[in-house]
């Protein structure tokens, strides 16, 4: 197993499937991005921060959730459709939101530590969120078990992270500077750049699917 391998993987099932994860997914991000730019509005970029995670809280547990369930489901020959999906995600909402408050909170404290104890904890959490979906873990007890699942493959995840992730977030930067002036060219740019951001998403499960297979 190594990082190109995830990556290619990765993308074939993205773009093999991208006909039912945009309509799953991107309404809820295009909505995410519409509130965080109402808030940024209305509280000012220096008071975003707290306000802005908040509102990703509430929107986040949704399509992600809905997207494990969607992989899962692939995995096992099952067919739900995204009102399906997005039902079995809104009953998992409460659990999943509390996984992703207590994670937010624990990598932006790490990134305020030299940054590095962030991305540690970022990778260390990993699997939380497929425990919690897949196997029914309660919130601490899946951060619990991604800790000690993640051991031995730190720079595994490390690498195909930063290899999805530093795209985006030089996209990301440039999207601020070119959506200044743009309402609407600002949440059409940063709805398609969180939609891409899925592929962290993505890779880290199908890591989880075959570090399963090696155990079993």
Request: hydrophobic share 60%.
């Amino acid at each position: 197993m190594n990082p190109l391998s995830i990556l290619r993987d990765t993308w074939f099932f993205f773009s093999r499937h991208l006909g039912i994860l945009v309509p799953l997914c991107l309404p809820w991000i295009v909505i995410e991005t519409l509130v965080q730019q109402q808030i940024n509005v209305a509280a000012g970029p220096q008071n975003f921060a707290p306000w802005g995670m908040a509102a990703g809280l509430v929107f986040y547990p949704i399509y992600t959730a809905s997207l494990i369930l969607y992989m899962i489901d692939a995995g096992e020959g099952v067919e739900r459709g995204v009102r399906e999906l997005w039902s079995a995600a809104l009953r998992l909402w409460p659990a999943f939101a509390l996984l992703s408050a207590i994670t937010s909170l624990l990598i932006v404290i790490g990134l305020y530590l030299m940054v590095l104890p962030g991305i540690f904890v970022m990778i260390k959490l990993a699997f939380a969120e497929f425990l919690l979906v897949q196997r029914g873990r309660s919130p601490i007890d899946a951060m619990r078990e991604s800790f000690a699942l993640t051991t031995g493959h730190f720079f595994l995840l490390l690498m195909t992270s930063l290899a999805i992730l530093a795209p985006v977030w030089i996209a990301e930067g440039w999207i601020t500077e070119a959506g200044k002036d743009a309402p609407v060219l600002s949440v059409v740019l940063h709805s398609l750049s969180g939609f891409f951001q899925l592929l962290l998403t993505v890779a880290a499960y199908r890591i989880f699917i075959l570090l399963g297979r090696e155990a079993a």
